[in-house]
């Protein structure tokens, strides 16, 4: 008997489709989606809009998404089933440099996803936490990262406060980062190597006391 294909999370909180170009229009409106989001925001964002930028009419988009919030978790799970596969290589990394380098590359990496996705992360602070489903996703998936980075910094002989620094400096990092999304006066901002140079240098000043090495 055949395996069923494990749907993706874009499959799961999509309409059922069955052509090949079908799944590919379907992939155009979560790019576009996030690139409205991330011009208008979550509540400004018409699915009218979604549907010019990906070019297809907005029968399309309800062909395949049900509403906005649908789109809306697809994109939050496609995000971290894609972030999550990249885990992997971030540990791997950190067992062959040193805990500086680990750190930095942490920041840059977190820089680099938020600027990527800019349009997801300013949906989530504008309407993420009147939506559970996403919120717990992407909260566990912060989680991961966090205990992530502390497997890594714990070979490089961290100490027995590691557990509660990774966590407040991975908030550091995330409220960094996300004020420079959403405040287009923000002093500094998240594409602004300055900046993201910067707030490395005070996550490693910050962990230095835990993580010697």
Known sequence: MATARRKTPAEKWALPVQQERS???RERLLAAAEKVFAEKGYDGAKLADIAAEA???VGAVYFRFKDKDALFQAIAETFTEESRARLGEFVLMGKQSSAEEVIRSFVLRTAANMRTHRGLFRAIIEHGFDHANVMNVMMA???EIAR???TVL????GNAELGDAVRVATQMVYGFLL???LN???PTRQNAKAAVTGLADAVVAYLRNVVPK
Request: no cysteine.
């Open 141 to 143: 998936f912060r989680d």
């Open 148 to 150: 992530a980075l502390e």
């Open 154 to 157: 714990s070979d490089h002989g």
């Open 23 to 25: 799944r590919e229009t």
């Open 55 to 57: 070019g297809v009419s």
């Open 184 to 186: 287009p006066r923000a």
């Open 179 to 181: 004020v420079g999304i």
